[in-house]
């Protein structure tokens, strides 16, 4: 984002003093994002196994959603959208997901939510996953994107050989291989390797650390702050120390969750210690449904069909928490809603100025504060590799959603339903299949279309109106990646990757 000096400080004074008017201080955020967790992996969201008290706490007090989407059936792109309240074809994520040693990243020109709060005076922090960008010399790292502070691996844990590290105590070994013939995955602080391998069983405890500790120094120096918490759990290969280790009833992942959920309890606890609980908006969702390929090790979508990779609603339906005592009222909402929708809701919050760049989110405050109605009425479903050639795979309006092609995914093999798995190939429907999201949100029972058919002439309006808006914008993966870009903590060291070890 490139602002002049002079804007910044009539920007930044303008607030002050909107701020000084109404004797209130603007709200604090934490975004807590989940990795590879299906609509059905909470308790309170039905799952029967799955132990997860303090989500639970938060859906109790809180805002529960049932019709929360992020944008993507995998994690770079899903994470674009989050930060800019842009689908990731306009900034470029895309397709598939970014690489350690990718050349691409997050492009520096698109604002993230942290930029449109910095100008307010926010502290900014962000910990766990980053997975947009690395780049030569850390180009693309949260720290040149709006965030003071950063710890974290920059990437997903499973991109470095994981089969002779530590997931679980005493010495469990993580299970699989990961990616071999790639370096290490390094814990990172702000730009530099401060450990290589990351210490698993350790990992978590670090994240509770730097994030409580951002809240209370944030609140003593008297900063409205936004902490953007991107956890690894429950992403393959799952881990966990010793305080959640074989403490859920459902093995590697219950454990893996129960260890996320832990974290959620300390930050809690912080917010209620420091006296910020009751100004600050906790939000909790998903970056994209679960990875059925791991079998048992891997998330659940409950009554949504498949799961990550795909454009049906388990690739893409999230489970989603909203939680602010005394400004949210406890219950469920049905409203439709999107990860995209959080960067225009926290600037209405904060009353922070909106970029100026084509948005798709919108602002969903009335949901929140008001029980009111959603100002969305549509969600465009792209593919893992989305192209101009193919455009949307799906759209849902209202109630209905339309499938113009259909596709299994790697992702989602090894279950029962064939609709899911990798020979499941690219499939057109023209007319498209039409399904009752409220009736059949299973999507098992396509419509006939012969009662349709105004239907079908709005939706094909709305799919030709978005996508006359759509500007793909240069892809950023399609840009390759180089070795020599790979983090590595000791770079004169040779041969790489395997050299790589701090
Ligand atoms: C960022 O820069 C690229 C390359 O100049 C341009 O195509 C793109 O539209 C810009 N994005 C924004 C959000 O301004
Ligand atoms: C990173 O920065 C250093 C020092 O400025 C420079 O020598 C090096 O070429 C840069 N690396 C890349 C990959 O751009
Ligand atoms: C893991 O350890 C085994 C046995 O020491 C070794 O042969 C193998 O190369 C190691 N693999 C990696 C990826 O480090
Ligand atoms: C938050 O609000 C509740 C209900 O009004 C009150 O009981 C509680 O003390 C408040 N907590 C803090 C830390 O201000």
């Known amino acids: 984002m490139s ?11 303008l607030n002050i003093c909107l701020f000084c008017a109404s004797s209130a201080s603007p709200p604090n955020f934490v975004f807590l994002f989940a990795d590879d967790l299906g609509f059905g992996d909470l308790g309170c969201y039905g799952h029967p196994s799955t132990l997860t008290p303090n989500l639970d706490r938060l859906a109790a007090g809180g805002l529960r959603f049932t019709d929360f989407y992020c944008t993507s059936p995998v994690c770079s792109p899903s994470r674009a959208s989050l930060l800019t309240g842009r689908y990731q074809t306009r900034s470029g994520i895309y397709p598939g997901v ?25 502290a900014t922090a962000a910990v766990g996953k980053w997975h947009l960008g690395l780049g030569a010399n850390g180009t693309f790292l949260p720290t040149k994107q709006g965030f003071d502070q950063y710890l974290g691996i920059p990437y997903s844990h499973d991109q470095g050989p994981c089969q002779n590290l530590t997931c679980f105590p005493p010495d469990v070994k993580c299970f699989g291989t990961c990616d071999v ?13 401060k450990q290589q391998p990351v210490n698993f069983l350790k990992l ?18 008297k900063q409205p702050f936004f902490l953007y918490y991107p956890s690894h759990h429950t992403h393959y290969p799952q881990y966990a120390g010793s305080g959640a280790a074989g403490r859920s009833l459902r093995g590697p992942f219950g454990d893996a969750l129960l260890e996320f959920d832990n974290t959620i309890g300390n930050l809690l606890t912080t917010l209620e210690n420091t006296g910020v609980i009751n100004n600050t908006l906790v939000f909790f969702t998903s970056d994209n449904g679960p990875e059925l390929m791991r079998m048992s090790r891997g998330g659940n979508a409950g009554c949504l069909k498949c799961g990550k990779g795909t454009t049906y609603e388990g690739g893409m339906r999230e489970p989603a928490i909203a939680y602010w005592p005394g400004t ?7 409203e439709m809603a999107s990860t995209l929708d959080i960067l225009p809701t926290f600037a209405s919050l904060a009353g922070a100025k909106l970029p100026q760049v084509m948005l798709d989110g919108v602002d969903m405050t009335d949901i929140l504060v008001r029980q009111g109605k959603s100002k969305r009425e549509t969600m465009m479903f792209y593919p893992e590799d989305p192209s101009e050639k193919y455009g949307l795979f799906a759209l849902r309006l209202g109630k209905y959603k339309a499938h113009f092609y259909t596709q299994g995914s790697t992702h989602s093999g090894l279950t029962p339903d ?53 500007v793909f914008g240069e892809s950023q993966i399609s840009k390759g990646s180089d070795p020599n870009l790979e983090p590595c903590c000791d770079p004169q060291c040779a041969p790489k990757p395997t050299c790589c070890l701090c």
């Open 98 to 122: 970014l690489y350690p040693g990718s050349i691409g990243g997050l492009p520096l020109n698109e604002t993230t939510i942290a930029e449109v709060l910095k100008p307010l005076g926010y």
């Open 418 to 470: 064939h609709d899911c798995t990798v020979f499941a190939a690219l499939k057109p429907h023209d007319p498209p299949l039409i399904f009752d999201l409220e009736a059949d949100p299973s999507e098992n029972y396509p419509l006939p279309l012969d009662d349709l058919q105004a239907l079908l002439v709005n939706i094909k309006k709305v799919k030709e109106q978005f996508e006359a808006s759509m």
């Open 181 to 193: 013939d790639t370096v290490m995955v390094p814990l990172m602080y702000n730009e530099v390797i």
């Open 3 to 13: 602002r002049s000096g002079m804007d910044h400080i009539s920007l930044f004074c």
């Open 204 to 221: 978590e405890e670090a994240y509770s650390h730097f994030a409580t500790n951002f809240i209370s120094t944030s609140v003593k120096k």
């Open 328 to 334: 949210i009222r406890p219950g469920v909402t049905h």
